[in-house]
């Protein structure tokens, strides 16, 4: 499988942005897309994720400023993030697990100004 994320981008606090994840190949062996993200120096976090069947999570950190969603007629799935923080800053990865391995996009760069 492979993952083209987009949209990221520079906003101030307070503001959204949606993060899109298109997935290419094998697009029947996925059980899971999700998106993590990562500051420079600390270790990836998890930040949401959705199952085939629709069933969707988001980290504690974001829950209630971020939703997670899929097109499947499009292969892509959305991270629509609203009432953005400085803390949120990071660079976005999105995920693909299938029933053979996990998969990542090249990542996207979100930075919130205060």
């Known amino acids: 499988v492979q993952l083209q994320a987009s949209g990221g981008g520079l906003v101030q606090a307070g503001g959204s942005l949606r993060l899109s994840c298109a997935a290419s190949?094998?697009?029947?062996?996925?059980?899971?897309m999700g998106w993590h993200r990562q500051i420079p120096g600390k270790q990836r976090e998890w930040v949401a994720s959705i199952g085939s069947g629709g069933t969707t999570s988001v980290a504690d950190s974001v829950k209630g400023r971020f939703t997670i969603s899929r097109d499947n007629a499009k292969n892509t799935v959305y991270l629509q993030m609203n009432n953005l923080k400085p803390e949120d800053t990071a660079i976005y990865y999105c995920?693909?697990?299938?029933?053979?391995?996990?998969?990542w996009g090249q990542g996207t760069q979100v930075t919130v100004s205060s």
């Open positions: 190949g094998s697009i029947s062996s996925i059980v899971s």
């Open positions: 995920n693909a697990i299938t029933i053979f391995s996990s998969s």
